[in-house]
């Protein structure tokens, strides 16, 4: 019996004249993610693209990693695992008897949805659910139908080529797929939030790389590999990603040096949003992104936001700008980088910390303070450290 994917597209039906790009980019993403799991054909009819499994000489097939990494591609809403039936009842009923009792084993209620796209089936659909239902009654005798809310959704589908029964649906990504909304620069540090804001924002069809400021020696390796860590479990998703790092410890001592103590986190944050538009520009990125969430910290009040926002003209988008720690902490742990996340690693920002950051700063007072270093050439100095590493996902 052959089981195949149908992976059911949301907003990309909403696309109008441009639905054709979103959907060849899409199945782009997939057929270079599947290549990793083996040999498979893919091909897309009325808001689904049908993923079936080929001979593959070169060993098995791997379904079940397949699956779980259709869950990760972004434009996806729905997945379901379906097996092929011929297009009358008699096949149906076969490839019910031998398919669905799996999906039933310890369940207590069920229902049969049916659906006909092809309205030549002499069945109409309530009477294809009342024979299939009738059938699963007689397969699985401890359970019982619930139209309200069963156990399991046993589903038929007449389509163009074959009917699916399925039994097994499960969530998608979500989304629209990833490039169709150019390139973004996400600043990654080893925290909760920016993991977590460059997923939200790669959902969004933004293909991301990241930049990630180091302060060595004040920063150890370990800290950097931490990012390399989160940046490879985002990259799950995102698909395989740039990483750049740009060292901040000459400026970090300058600062130091030269300004006011409580100004430290606010005019670093400057130089942080100057040098990633500067990385943004070399490497053909429309936005920054960070993971900042409004309030959290000093840095995050709407006076901080206003002067480290002054320092760049590129769009700054903060997906987590109106989430509760709690909030961004739930997707952490469903995008698993919670765990990374929050090993106990020094960040850049957290060393030289002030006593008392201003958190209601005044952008006149903060350039006053910059002018005390030479802005333009650290940030010159800086870029120069730039190293581009390349993450490719383990999908
Ligand atoms: P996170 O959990 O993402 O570290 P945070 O709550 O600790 O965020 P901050 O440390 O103030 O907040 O940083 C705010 C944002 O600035 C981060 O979400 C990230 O986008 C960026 N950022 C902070 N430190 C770094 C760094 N070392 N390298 C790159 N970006 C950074
Ligand atoms: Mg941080």
Do not use: W
Request: aromatic letters at 8%; one cysteine or more; a neutral charge.
């Amino acid at each position: 019996m052959k089981e195949i994917f149908l992976c059911k597209y949301g907003e990309i039906v909403l696309k109008g004249a441009n639905q054709s790009y979103f959907e060849s980019t899409l199945v782009k993403e997939l057929k270079f993610r599947l290549r990793f799991f083996g040999r498979f054909t893919i091909s897309h009819a009325q808001s689904t693209i049908y993923i079936e499994p080929l001979e593959n000489p070169n060993g098995e097939n791997d379904i079940e990693g397949a699956f779980s990494m259709l869950t990760r591609v972004f434009g996806i809403v729905a997945i379901e695992r379906a097996a092929c039936a011929e297009k009358n009842m008699e096949d149906i009923s076969r490839v019910v008897r031998e398919y669905i009792p799996q999906f039933l084993e310890g369940k207590k209620t069920f229902k049969v949805e049916s659906k006909r796209a092809d309205k030549r089936f002499p069945l109409k659909s309530p009477e294809i659910s009342a024979q299939v239902g009738g059938l699963v009654l007689s397969l699985c005798h401890s359970v019982k139908v619930d139209v309200h809310n069963p156990d399991v959704t046993v589903k038929v589908e007449v389509r163009e080529k074959y009917a699916y029964v399925s039994a097994g649906t499960v969530k998608g990504a979500g989304g629209l797929p990833i490039s169709t909304n150019g390139n973004g620069l996400l600043l990654l540090s080893g925290g909760i939030d920016s993991p977590v804001a460059g997923y939200m924002m790669a959902k969004r069809g933004v293909k991301i790389q990241s930049l990630h400021f180091e302060s060595f020696p004040y920063t150890s390796e370990r800290a950097k590999q931490k990012v390399m860590e989160l940046a490879s479990l985002v990259s799950r998703y995102s698909g395989n990603m740039k990483v750049h790092v740009v060292s901040l410890t000459h400026i970090q001592e300058e600062l130091v040096k030269n300004c006011d103590e409580e100004y430290f986190t606010l005019l670093l944050r400057r130089f942080m949003m100057t040098i990633a538009q500067r990385v943004a520009e070399k490497f053909d990125c429309l936005a920054l992104i960070t993971g900042e969430s409004l309030g959290q910290v000093a840095s995050q009040t709407i006076q901080a936001i206003n002067v480290t926002n002054a320092a760049v003209t590129l769009p700054v988008f903060r997906p987590c700008i109106g989430m509760d720690k709690e909030e961004i902490v739930q997707i952490a742990r469903k995008i698993e980088t919670f765990e990374t996340s929050i090993q106990p690693y020094e960040d850049c920002c957290t060393v030289f910390t002030p006593k008392h950051p201003r958190t209601k700063p005044v952008l006149e007072k903060v350039i006053e303070q910059e002018k005390k270093v030479d802005f333009d050439a650290l940030v010159e100095e800086a870029l120069t450290t730039l190293t581009t590493e390349y993450v490719q996902a383990d999908f």
